[in-house]
């Protein structure tokens, strides 16, 4: 930890985290989730109990909204600082571990889906990348990325790593190009990818979803199939955002008003992205990053990333990052090639 974060740090354990909640008391902090795992070892998701450790500082120290009440009523004056929660992707882990606390509570929340995950008419391709390495040794998975990507992997020294290293060649890359990187990399490992997901990597259903929108879950859109809006042309765009759009309002029967930029960085966001929005009838759209904008575009909500680290996890609810924003100019905004 450096000794400006120790600072704050100090600060915050001795009072700042009231200071920062009072000063920042009418920004709604939109925070964004992904994965839920039962248990607290599971890498890259949030565990149930420490799910349920934050819903309960939440219950105590914010008042809980919805994405219509962030987006109709942003700027109001508020008593408690406004937290809203957002799930993004439609796996199962959220139906079975984090709406039946959300539910318990009666916590408002919005879930954007990507719909042809959950018709089972593909998994996501980053699953399906590291599905390739879960079957395969170290050695081979160095020897099959460095062939693909015509570079040499002997430096990673896990498959987190060359998992990490594969995403940030591909992320960027329109879909046909994704595809093909990855039925390069399954040839090279001598794998067949399953057609459906695998347990571990499954969507929830649509009955699953349709009996969450009825308990206080907002469904947004969140395209066809997860794929960065940032190479498409426009209309492949207004393919993609209008077709997961359609897809839920005929599954659910209501009208879908949110959507949600996969992967979410400004690289993915379209340059005529509002005129789009106001074209197919949404009311907002969120990103994956923070800066001072906050919520001020509706069709570009920055939100807070939320892991496991609980310290970190009361920084941004308190309001510490805004004031980072504000003051500093921080963000959040996120590279794959800088890791």
Partial sequence: MSVKSKIVRYFFDKGGDNAAKALTRNYPRVLMYHRFSHSDSDSGKLSRSNFTDQVNYLLENFELVSIDEVVNDGNRHSIKPRVCITVDDGYEDFYDIAYPILKKYGIP??????????????????????????????????????????????????????????????LELDPCSVEEKIN????????????????????????????????????????????????????????????????????????????????????????????????????????????RKGVRDPFAIRRHGVGSDFYAFKKSVCGVDRIGAILLNKDSKFSWSDL
């Fill in 109 to 170: 929340a919005t879930f954007y889906v990507t719909t042809d995950f959950v018709d089972e008419k593909i998994w996501f391709w980053y699953d399906r990348i590291r599905w390739c390495l879960e079957q395969s040794d170290l050695d081979d998975v160095r020897n099959a990325v460095s062939k693909v990507f015509h570079t040499n992997c002997e430096q990673f020294s896990s498959k987190d790593a060359v998992w990490a290293y594969a995403v940030s060649n591909i």
């Fill in 184 to 291: 390069s990399l399954s040839n090279a490992l001598s794998l067949d990818i399953p057609k459906r997901a695998p347990k571990k990597y499954k969507a929830a259903t649509w009955n699953q979803i349709k009996e969450m929108s009825l308990n206080g879950i907002t469904v947004g859109a969140h395209t066809l199939s997860h794929y960065s809006l940032g190479p498409m042309e426009r209309e492949e765009v207004i393919s993609q955002i209008r077709g997961s759009k359609d897809r839920i309002e005929e599954m659910l029967e209501t009208k879908v008003r949110h959507f949600c930029f996969p992967n979410g960085q400004p690289s993915d966001i379209p340059l005529d992205y509002c005129s789009i929005f106001g074209e197919l009838g949404f009311h907002s759209s969120v990103v994956a990053f923070y800066d």
